[in-house]
């Protein structure tokens, strides 16, 4: 069996780490260290199975505990410290630790302890393994989730337009809106719906499976509607549950199940984010909006969610005055992935006409949702929108 590779941080230097683990077989330490700077260069280049933390307690121990887990996503992390309050071990877990390791504790009991946790690594990866290769052979049906911070960014012209484009990709597409509180997807579609998710609420739960198709609206295009209730109060009758049961009723008659979520963290937020294959956060150019969505994605770290899921989508590419480009994925700490160049007289004409921008097949926002409805697919190959992107920066006086 191959050696368990271990790193040591031993930042409070009251634990005789080498006598403990020296007692310890089948166990490599790859590097030991009482400065969390060393650290913090070293595990950037490392890739150790399991990394054990003894923090200081000075309040800064838990941004420490989160800038580890994003150093070295994979690592099982460990904290190793003197009994604490059952708060203080919440919140160390909470930034990302996987688990907490009272001391002092006995060399046979560390080792069997670090050996747990190891095995409980191993037979997640083979999980997550294991799922992806039953997602590729078996072609389940995706969810694909739009979010972001703020309103006005642009999410559910982005979420209407792309579910459109997969609808032409020849996709058995559902679009689910769940953001009750801004204009809804059927004014983008030109739709009047006859029924709506609040309508659901009067089913019982155990019929919806069967039902759920009462409840779709059918856009021109091909694309199938769950429109939001007609009032956000209403939305308050959906529980989570019941919007579980929905989605999964969905992937039962679609090939993709696309979510528009409100801009908010709430409880049915979150309940679609765990269901999602995929997420999009939209940005625009502005410091406001990047540096609330950089706050959303840290509390999903916070939350345990699995960021690596999240796609940052920048709309308004070259829209006058707005933070340049390569600051925004900067200020977002993660890479810009997607982009949608801003053109504002064509995405006012489309709503007001009630047509989606992606029937109009030649324009730059049109290959933008291709772009993003082709990721959704996993047909999209390299980063085609770059040189898009830069041209719409670089170019502001087209701006009115």
Not at 355 to 361: G, K, Q, R, V
Request: aromatic share 6%; glycine share 4%.
């Amino acid at each position: 069996m191959d050696l368990m590779q271990v790193y040591v941080v031993n930042e409070a230097k009251n634990l005789p780490f080498k006598e403990l683990l020296e007692s310890c077989a089948g166990m490599d330490v790859t590097g030991l260290t009482t400065s969390f700077t060393v650290a913090r260069q070293q595990l950037s280049l490392a890739t150790p199975d399991i990394i054990l933390y003894n923090p200081k307690e000075t309040g800064s121990e838990f941004a420490r505990i989160h800038e580890i887990r994003e150093l070295c996503p994979p690592a099982m992390l460990v904290i190793l410290a003197a009994p604490r309050d059952p708060d203080y071990v919440r919140n160390c877990l909470r930034a990302g630790a996987n688990d907490f390791l009272a001391t002092p504790i006995e060399p046979a009991v560390l080792q069997a302890e670090l050996e747990k946790i190891h095995d409980r690594s191993q037979r997640r990866q083979k999980r997550e393994t294991l799922s992806v290769l039953m997602d590729h052979f078996t072609n389940k049906p995706r969810i694909a989730s739009f979010i972001s911070g703020k309103g006005g960014v642009g999410k559910t012209t982005i979420a209407v337009n792309t579910a459109v484009t997969l609808a032409q990709m020849g996709k058995h597409v559902v679009l689910v809106d769940l953001d009750a509180d801004l204009a809804g997807t059927e004014l983008f579609l030109g739709l009047e719906p006859q029924h709506t998710l609040s309508d659901l609420a009067e089913v019982p739960v155990e019929d919806i499976p069967a039902r759920i198709m009462e409840f779709v609206e059918w856009h021109s295009s091909g694309l199938a509607v769950l429109c939001a209730p007609k009032f956000s109060t209403s939305i308050g009758e959906l529980s989570v549950p019941l919007v579980r049961v929905v989605l999964q009723a969905l992937q039962r008659c679609f090939q993709i199940v696309v979510v528009d979520l409100p801009p908010v963290v709430d409880t049915y937020s979150l309940a679609v984010l765990e269901m999602s294959h995929m997420s999009y956060m939209v940005s625009t150019p502005n410091l406001s909006t990047l540096s609330t969505n950089n706050k959303l994605r840290e509390l999903f770290v916070r939350l345990g969610y699995d960021v690596s899921k999240v796609t940052h989508i920048l709309n308004c590419v070259g829209v006058r005055h707005g933070v340049r480009m390569q600051d925004c994925g900067r200020l977002l700490h993660s890479p810009i992935e997607l982009t949608l160049p801003y053109d504002f007289r064509r995405t006012e004409q489309a709503t007001n006409r009630g047509t989606p921008l992606a029937l109009e097949s030649r324009s730059a926002l049109a290959k933008s949702f291709r772009a993003i409805a082709e990721s959704i697919a996993g047909t999209r190959r390299g980063n085609a929108q770059t040189e898009v992107a830069v041209a719409a920066e670089s170019d502001e006086t087209k701006v009115k």
